[in-house]
C-alpha cells in the first residue's frame, strides 16, 4: 500500500543549528510531494512542493527540499533554525497523476520540531 | 495569514446541538476540503466538493452534514455529534480537484463536544 513515513517523532535542534527532515514514500511512481507546517492552534501552511523539474525547491522561510527518486525521499532543510520555526512538520503527498484519487493528500505522521535558545 | 477563513475558531456544544462551521476561500478555487484533525495527529480527509457538487464522502457519520451554497463557502452542519468528535476541524481549497494542486488550509474550528 502507499504510504509516506516520517521516521522522526520528535526532533530537537540548537537556534542556529542546521535541520534536515526526513520523509520517504512507498509509491511506484513519482507523486506530487508537498511540506506543510503546523504551529501550534493553527492550520496548515504550505512550505514547498515537487511535482517535477528540478529536484531542489525553495520554499518560503528559507526552507528548501531535495527530491531522491532512487531513495525515494524528499527531505526538508534549512540552514539556521530560528526559534519560531518550533512547529509540527507534515510532509504529505498526492499519490494519482491524473483522474482517480489525484486530489487525495495522503500525509505523513509529522514531525515535531523544538528549537532550544 | 491564512486565505481562507473560518468561523467560529472555538466551539463548546453539547450533543445534542445543532451547529455549523463555516469556510470561505476569495482565490477563485473550485475545489474545497474538510479534514478532522485529533491532537497530534495527520488531518483526515471528511469531504470534497468540486465545482460546488460533493465529490468525495469518505465514510463520515451522517451527523456530519457538508454543504456548499457557492464556490466560495463551505459550510459543515453538526448534530448529535459525540465526544469522540471533539477535534480540530480543517477546511482546504485548492484550484482544482484533478492536477495535484496543492491545497491551501485555513487555522481551523477546534470543536468541543461536552
Known amino acids: 500500500a502507499q504510504s509516506v513515513t516520517q521516521p522522526d517523532i520528535h526532533i530537537t535542534v540548537s537556534e542556529g543549528a542546521s535541520l534536515e527532515l526526513r520523509c520517504n514514500y512507498s509509491?511506484?511512481?513519482?507523486?506530487?510531494l508537498f511540506w506543510y507546517v503546523q504551529s501550534p492552534g493553527q492550520g496548515l501552511q504550505l512550505l514547498l512542493k515537487y511535482f517535477s523539474g528540478d529536484t531542489l525547491v525553495q520554499g518560503i522561510k528559507g526552507f528548501e527540499a531535495e527530491f531522491k527518486r532512487s531513495q525515494s525521499s524528499f527531505n526538508l532543510r534549512k540552514p539556521s533554525v530560528h526559534w519560531s520555526d518550533a512547529a509540527e512538520y507534515f510532509c504529505a503527498v498526492v499519490l494519482g497523476r491524473s483522474g482517480g484519487s489525484n486530489y487525495k493528500l495522503t500525509f505523513g505522521k509529522g514531525t515535531l520540531l523544538t528549537v532550544n535558545p | 495569514d491564512t486565505e481562507v477563513t473560518q468561523t467560529p475558531k472555538h466551539l463548546v456544544m453539547g450533543m445534542t446541538n445543532k451547529k455549523s462551521l463555516k469556510c470561505e476561500q476569495h482565490?477563485?478555487?473550485?475545489?474545497m476540503y474538510w479534514y478532522k484533525q485529533k491532537a497530534k495527529k495527520p488531518p483526515e480527509l471528511m469531504f470534497v466538493y468540486s465545482y460546488e457538487k460533493l465529490s468525495i464522502n469518505e465514510s463520515v457519520p451522517s451527523r456530519f452534514s457538508p454543504e456548499c451554497p457557492n464556490s466560495s463557502l463551505l459550510n459543515l452542519h453538526l448534530h448529535a455529534l459525540q465526544p469522540e468528535d471533539s477535534a480540530l476541524y480543517l477546511c482546504?481549497?485548492?484550484?482544482?480537484?484533478?492536477?495535484?494542486?496543492?491545497?491551501?488550509f485555513g487555522d481551523g474550528t477546534r470543536l468541543s463536544i461536552l
Open positions: 509509491y511506484g511512481a513519482t507523486p506530487y
Open positions: 482565490m477563485g478555487h473550485r475545489a
Open positions: 482546504a481549497s485548492s484550484h482544482a480537484l484533478d492536477q495535484g494542486r496543492p491545497q491551501h
